[in-house]
Nanobody, 120 residues
Framework: QVHLVESGGGFVQAGGSLRLSCTAS?????MGWFRQAPGKERDFVAA????????NYAESVKGRFTISRNNANNAVYLEMTTLKPEDTAVYYC????????????????WGQGTQVTVSS
């Protein structure tokens, strides 16, 4: 069982930036982020493999969000810039032992979620 602890959510105006962090209780192959807006499905945002050379982003965040990880701390980060109101959602950290593309079916463990709210 991998325990995930997230931090860094909050309230920001459109155009602003936030950095999310997630620490896992032990090392995993792929780490990533999903998000879920009210009344919508939980959608993939970004994922990164252990070496950091396989990185995937949702089209909606490419060029604005950057995922990175620190294996010494079993941590993954999501740097979010140029935030838009449509980025408002609960953001969930996720891990997978087999795929850095991280479809929902590939996720082994989820974090508890952290709220990101972007005002217009």
């Amino acid at each position: 069982q991998v325990h995930l602890v997230e931090s860094g959510g909050g309230f920001v105006q459109a155009g602003g930036s936030l950095r999310l962090s997630c620490t896992a209780s032990y090392s995993v192959y792929a780490m990533g982020w999903f998000r879920q807006a009210p009344g919508k499905e939980r959608d993939f945002v970004a994922a990164i493999d252990y070496e950091g050379d396989k990185i995937n982003y949702a089209e909606s965040v490419k060029g604005r969000f950057t995922i990175s990880r620190n294996n010494a701390n079993n941590a993954v980060y999501l740097e979010m810039t140029t935030l838009k109101p449509e980025d408002t959602a609960v953001y969930y950290c996720a891990t997978s032992g087999r795929s850095s593309r991280m479809a929902k079916a590939d996720v082994d463990y989820w974090g508890q979620g952290t709220q990101v709210t972007v005002s217009s």
